[in-house]
């Protein structure tokens, strides 16, 4: 086995706390819900079983309305805020009480391609969980077709440009006091800033005055964006979860039923005017105006369209898709979702290009390949020259490294 494999390795062992597994040690203490699924993806190259039980895990916080949450606060721990206390989730596990992009049937059908015998009561046994969560979202998250997202944080992107507009129509008063943990672990520079902050927080106890009750926010919330993350990645776990269905002999009719909306729901996010899938604010209309690396995931949905744009990128930096563009004013090479590259949107992006034999399909591989090579298992990178940033030691890197990039 080569260094690299054994050291993606170690570092799943590592964030292991039984059951389930860490992001990173210290700056992300809890289960989060996409960094898991990827998890469970990783293991899945050294340990299936292991893999699974990652994926049982993270449903066992399902709340009664289908939501998985974005974060699962197993054990109590003072290193990251907001912590569960300020959340006031209500499901059977304390925890957040918003979601994260739906890559979990996904990384299943990996999981379970590794092995179908073994894994097919496994399957079976998630399958209608899968599909509960699909379905809340189709009930409550919709516009036009669109999947929207009710705060920053559910998109996976948090402080994104995609969402500069929407936040600015907050008025964050009243918020109060309170004491970020994130740049006690990294350097503030790399981090959202006080101003977004601000309206995190505000989102959140707006949250938890609404009770989370879907129907009320969709009355109140003053944040509601249609965002090609969500729509994209819910589309092609649909599309995953009608192959497994039919493997396990389930019917299908609602499944096809909602990957026909959202194919018409993608294309209410073409801006034409930018050639690019863009996110829109469904309270306004307006358009953020962004070429994110979201923007690229519409091959990983079945869609196509971003070819030109995708090559224009990839001229501009020499590992992968950048999170904003280089090109924008907007763009900052070592502030989290506002530029740097991380290998698992570069995998996502990735294998929807295999999936169609894109001609740029190898170079984003092989780009992913040489930035963690060369600049090791770190949370994300300045896309101008590769330097680490962020957490180290990172689950979901080591994951992409294992199961894509190796
Ligand atoms: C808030 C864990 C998570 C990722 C997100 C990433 C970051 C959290 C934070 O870390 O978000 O959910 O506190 O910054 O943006 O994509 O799931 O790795």
Same mark, same amino acid.
């Given at each position: 086995?080569?260094?690299?494999?054994?050291?993606?390795?170690?570092?799943? %062992? !590592?964030n292991?706390? *039984?059951?389930?597994?860490? =992001?990173?040690?210290?700056?992300?203490?809890?289960?989060?819900?996409?960094?898991?699924?990827?998890?469970?993806?990783?293991?899945?190259?050294?340990?299936?079983?292991?893999?699974?039980?990652?994926l049982? &895990?993270?449903?066992?916080?399902?709340?009664?309305?289908?939501?998985?949450?974005?974060?699962?606060?197993?054990?109590?721990?003072?290193?990251?805020?907001?912590?569960?206390?300020?959340?006031?989730?209500?499901?059977?596990?304390?925890?957040?009480?918003?979601?994260?992009?739906?890559?979990?049937?996904?990384?299943? !059908?990996?999981?379970?391609?590794?092995?179908?015998?073994?894994?097919?009561?496994?399957?079976?046994?998630?399958?209608?969980?899968?599909? %509960?969560?699909?379905?809340?979202?189709?009930?409550? !998250?919709?516009? @036009?077709?669109?999947?929207?997202? &009710?705060?920053?944080?559910?998109?996976?992107r948090?402080?994104?440009?995609?969402w500069?507009?929407?936040?600015?129509?907050?008025?964050?008063?009243?918020?109060?006091?309170?004491?970020r943990?994130?740049?006690?672990?990294?350097?503030?520079?790399?981090?959202?800033?006080?101003?977004?902050?601000? @309206?995190?927080?505000?989102?959140?106890?707006?949250?938890?005055?609404?009770?989370?009750?879907?129907?009320?926010?969709?009355?109140?919330?003053?944040?509601?964006?249609?965002?090609?993350?969500?729509?994209?990645?819910?589309?092609?776990?649909? %599309?995953?979860?009608?192959?497994?269905?039919?493997?396990?002999?389930?019917?299908?009719?609602?499944?096809?039923?909602?990957?026909?909306?959202?194919?018409?729901?993608?294309?209410?996010?073409?801006?034409?005017?930018?050639?690019?899938?863009?996110?829109?604010?469904?309270?306004s209309?307006?358009?953020?105006?962004?070429?994110?690396?979201?923007?690229?995931?519409?091959?990983?949905?079945?869609?196509?369209?971003m070819?030109?744009?995708?090559? @224009?990128?990839?001229?501009? &930096?020499?590992?992968?898709?950048?999170?904003?563009? =280089?090109?924008?004013?907007?763009?900052?090479?070592?502030?989290?979702?506002?530029?740097?590259?991380?290998?698992?949107?570069?995998?996502?992006?990735?294998?929807?290009?295999?999936?169609?034999?894109h001609?740029q399909?190898g170079?984003?591989?092989?780009?992913?390949?040489?930035?963690? &090579?060369?600049? *090791?298992?770190?949370?994300?990178?300045?896309?101008?020259?590769?330097?680490?940033?962020?957490?180290?030691?990172?689950?979901?890197?080591?994951?992409?490294?294992? *199961?894509?990039?190796?």
């Amino acid at each position: 086995m080569n260094d690299l494999n054994a050291e993606a390795e170690a570092i799943l %062992r !590592r964030n292991d706390r *039984g059951g389930y597994t860490v =992001p990173t040690e210290g700056l992300y203490p809890y289960q989060w819900n996409w960094d898991s699924a990827f998890a469970a993806m990783g293991f899945a190259q050294f340990d299936v079983p292991r893999a699974w039980e990652e994926l049982h &895990t993270l449903f066992s916080g399902q709340w009664d309305d289908g939501m998985v949450p974005h974060i699962l606060f197993h054990r109590p721990d003072p290193g990251y805020f907001p912590g569960p206390d300020v959340w006031g989730g209500r499901g059977p596990v304390a925890s957040s009480g918003i979601t994260q992009p739906p890559i979990a049937a996904t990384m299943a !059908r990996l999981v379970w391609e590794k092995d179908l015998a073994a894994g097919k009561v496994a399957m079976a046994n998630l399958f209608p969980k899968l599909k %509960r969560w699909h379905a809340w979202f189709m009930d409550w !998250r919709l516009d @036009r077709d669109a999947v929207c997202i &009710t705060h920053p944080w559910e998109a996976g992107r948090d402080n994104a440009p995609d969402w500069d507009g929407a936040m600015a129509g907050i008025d964050p008063a009243g918020v109060g006091e309170y004491q970020r943990r994130d740049t006690s672990h990294v350097d503030s520079a790399m981090r959202p800033t006080k101003y977004d902050y601000d @309206r995190y927080v505000w989102l959140v106890q707006q949250g938890r005055r609404l009770e989370w009750d879907q129907a009320k926010l969709l009355e109140e919330n003053p944040f509601r964006v249609a965002d090609p993350t969500m729509t994209f990645t819910l589309l092609r776990a649909n %599309r995953d979860l009608a192959a497994m269905g039919r493997e396990l002999g389930e019917d299908l009719g609602e499944i096809e039923e909602w990957i026909a909306r959202l194919e018409a729901g993608a294309e209410t996010l073409w801006n034409p005017t930018l050639e690019s899938y863009d996110a829109r604010d469904a309270r306004s209309g307006a358009w953020a105006g962004c070429v994110s690396n979201a923007s690229f995931l519409c091959w990983y949905a079945g869609l196509d369209g971003m070819s030109a744009q995708l090559d @224009r990128i990839l001229n501009l &930096t020499p590992y992968g898709i950048p999170s904003h563009d =280089p090109s924008s004013p907007k763009f900052d090479g070592k502030r989290y979702w506002r530029g740097p590259i991380w290998g698992v949107m570069n995998m996502l992006i990735g294998l929807g290009l295999e999936d169609v034999n894109h001609p740029q399909a190898g170079r984003v591989r092989q780009t992913t390949h040489d930035l963690i &090579t060369e600049h *090791g298992f770190a949370e994300y990178f300045d896309p101008r020259d590769g330097s680490p940033a962020g957490g180290m030691s990172f689950t979901w890197t080591a994951a992409v490294w294992l *199961g894509w990039a190796n």
